[in-house]
C-alpha cells in the first residue's frame, strides 16, 4: 500500500495513454490531485470522464490533458464553456461494447475501492457502470482503498495482485447536488407518481425532479427498482417498505443499479446489503435484460421538447450540458415493456425561455417515432399513439401560459 505523499504515477502511466475512473461520488479524489499534480512528468494524456463532481480538474489543466466525455454534467461543465470538452455522443448500452472492443481505447483505470472483506476481496464500492468493460482491456489498474466507501455486492471483486498500485485515501466526498424540490418540481412529481403503479419497476435520473417524484410514492406497493442511478430518494423508499422488489420479473427481490450517488445515506444503506446489487453497463441498459422487465417506469428528464415530441437531452444555449446518455436505452425499453410508461419530465421554463419549442435548438436526442409521456408543471402529455397534429395541442397545453400564443403562431407558421 503506498502513502498518498510518495505515490508516483510516471511508473504506470504514460504519455499518449487514455485514463479514466468511476463519477460522481466513484470519483478517486487523492489519485485525480495525483495525476494533475504529476501532468507534466507523464507527459500528455486523453482523460475520459463521467459526470464530475470534485473540483480538481480546471481549464488550465489542457496543458497536459485532452478531455473526452460522454456528458456535460457536473464540473464538467466548466469545460465545456471553456471550449475544451470533446463529447462522445454514444448510447449507455454502447460503452461497454466500445471499451472491450478497443474502439474506445481505455490504457488506465483508476478506481475507488472499498477495504477488503474477510476474504481479501475489494468491492469497487459506489460504481460498476462501464468500469467493468474497461476493467477487462486496460493495461493499468490503480486502486484507492477509501475507508467510508461501502462493499457492495454484484461484483467483479478484485484482490492485491490485481492492482499495479494500490493507495489509502481519506479524502472527503464531494457534496452531492443540491436538489431540494420547489414547488414547481413537487408539481411534476405529482404529475409523474400519478402514472406510477403498485409492482412497477423504477428507472429514476438524478436531480430534483427524480426526488420530487420518489417523494410522493410513499402510498405505493412492491415498488422495484432497475436504474442507472442509486440516491438517497431510493434508500427511503427501500427502508420505508415501499421499494420491496417482490414483483420484479427478473431480479425479483434486489435493487439494481450501476452507480450510488448520494449522501452519507445511501452510502450506509448499500453496505454490505444483499438486496442491492451494482452491475455493469451491459447488464443494466441492455435491451434483452430490460425486455424482461413487466411495468417498466422510465423516469428521465431533457433540455427541451418540441411540438411534435422530439427530444433534446444534450445542448442549452450551444453549451453540452447533458448527455445521449441512458436516455434512449430505458425510454425504449419502457416503451416495449408490458403495462411500461417512458417519461420525460422537466419544468416549462428555463429562465425565460420556453422548454417546450416549435424547432428543437440543439440535436435530436430522441426522434419522435418514440413516443413518450412528456410531463410539465401544467401536466402530461402523452404522446404514444397520435399523429403529428394532434400531438402539438397536448404539448401547447403542458406549455407555460405566458409561452402558449408564441408556440402556437410558430407551429401555424411552419404549417
Given amino acids: 500500500m503506498h502513502d498518498p ?38 507527459g500528455r494524456t486523453r482523460l475520459f470522464l463521467g459526470i464530475g463532481l470534485a473540483d480538481v480538474l480546471a481549464p488550465e489543466h489542457a496543458d497536459a490533458f485532452d478531455f473526452l466525455a460522454y456528458c456535460g454534467s457536473g464540473a464538467n461543465r466548466t469545460l465545456a464553456r ?7 455522443p454514444a448510447h449507455y448500452s454502447q460503452l461497454p461494447g466500445l471499451m472491450s472492443s478497443g474502439s474506445l481505447r481505455i490504457d488506465v483505470v483508476m478506481l475507488q475501492v472499498s477495504p477488503p472483506d474477510s476474504s481479501g476481496r475489494y468491492s469497487l464500492g459506489l460504481a460498476r457502470e462501464y468500469l467493468v468493460g474497461a476493467l477487462k482491456r486496460a493495461r493499468v489498474i490503480i486502486g ?9 455486492h454484484g461484483g467483479p471483486y478484485l484482490r492485491r495482485a490485481d492492482f499495479d498500485l494500490l493507495v489509502e485515501s481519506d479524502a472527503v466526498f464531494a457534496n452531492p447536488p443540491a436538489s431540494m424540490p420547489g414547488t414547481v418540481e413537487t408539481a411534476i412529481g405529482g404529475h409523474v407518481a400519478s402514472l406510477i403503479v ?34 438517497d430518494g431510493i434508500a427511503a423508499l427501500c427502508e420505508a417498505g415501499v421499494v420491496t422488489n417482490a414483483r420484479k420479473t427478473i431480479n425479483t427481490g434486489i435493487t439494481i443499479g450501476g452507480v450510488i450517488i448520494g449522501s452519507e445515506r445511501v452510502r450506509r444503506f448499500a453496505h454490505r446489503n444483499p438486496a442491492v446489487e451494482l452491475r455493469g453497463t451491459e447488464y443494466t441498459h441492455d435491451a434483452s435484460v430490460l425486455a424482461q422487465i413487466h411495468r417498466f417506469a422510465a423516469i428521465n428528464s431533457a433540455v427541451e421538447v418540441d411540438l411534435t415530441g422530439q427530444i ?10 447533458g448527455a445521449v446518455g441512458g436516455v434512449g436505452d430505458f425510454l425504449r425499453a419502457a416503451q416495449a415493456s408490458r403495462n411500461g410508461v417512458p417519461i420525460v419530465a422537466m419544468p416549462s421554463t428555463a429562465g425565460r425561455h420556453s422548454r417546450i419549442v416549435a424547432q428543437l435548438s440543439g440535436p435530436t436526442t430522441i426522434a419522435r417515432s418514440d413516443a413518450c409521456v412528456i410531463v410539465t408543471e401544467y401536466g402530461i402529455a402523452d404522446l404514444r399513439g397520435l399523429s403529428i397534429s394532434q400531438r402539438i395541442p397536448r404539448m401547447m397545453a403542458i406549455a407555460h401560459p405566458d409561452h402558449r400564443e408564441q408556440l402556437e403562431r410558430q407551429a401555424r407558421n411552419a404549417g
Fill in 82 to 88: 471553456a471550449g475544451l470538452l470533446d463529447i462522445l
Fill in 5 to 42: 505523499a510518495t505515490l508516483d504515477l510516471t511508473a504506470v502511466i504514460r504519455a499518449g495513454d487514455t485514463v479514466m475512473w468511476g463519477q460522481s461520488h466513484a470519483e478517486p479524489i487523492t489519485l485525480m490531485r495525483a495525476l494533475v499534480a504529476q501532468r507534466h512528468r507523464i
Fill in 144 to 152: 484507492e482503498v477509501h475507508r467510508d466507501v461501502p462493499w457492495t
Fill in 312 to 321: 433534446n437531452a444534450e445542448v442549452a444555449a450551444g453549451t453540452y450540458v
Fill in 198 to 231: 403498485d409492482g412497477a419497476t423504477l428507472q429514476t435520473g438524478i436531480g430534483a425532479i427524480p426526488d420530487a417524484v420518489l417523494a410522493q410514492l410513499a402510498d405505493r406497493r412492491d415498488l422495484g427498482v432497475h436504474t442507472g442511478s442509486i440516491g
